[in-house]
Nanobody, 124 residues
């Protein structure tokens, strides 16, 4: 059973940078993504990367500020978050899908495996 573990969250100020990591116990997925959920809001898509080929997609709210990447040797995905804003405050979840059509990668229902989440809090 694939297990995902996030790390790297914490408290930062607006304009700062943080890097989140998601370590996978095995590589049995095609796409691996970040979602986030702020208090009182629905879980929303942040970014996704396809393991083979490296195709990426970002939400409009983070495009140009966040970068998703892979370290295949470590089975680890990263989310480099720059120019952080208070509205980026949320619990960030790592999710993996064994087989997703690209048009569905932004839909949380496409992902069968989820990490426990890591809290990111940005103060103004």
């Amino acid at each position: 059973q694939l297990q995902l573990g996030e790390s790297g969250g914490g408290l930062a100020q607006a304009g700062d940078s943080l890097r989140l990591s998601c370590a996978a116990s095995e590589r049995t997925f095609r796409d691996i993504a970040w979602f986030r959920q702020a208090p009182g809001k629905e879980r929303e898509f942040v970014a996704v990367i396809r393991w083979t080929g490296g195709a990426t997609s970002y939400s409009d709210s983070v495009k140009g500020r966040f970068t998703i990447s892979l370290d295949k040797a470590k089975n680890t995905m990263y989310l480099q978050m720059n120019s952080l804003k208070p509205e980026d405050t949320a619990v960030y979840f790592c999710a993996a899908s064994p087989s997703t059509i690209w048009s569905a990668v932004r839909d949380s229902r496409a992902y069968a495996h989820w990490g426990q989440g890591t809290q990111v809090t940005i103060s103004s």
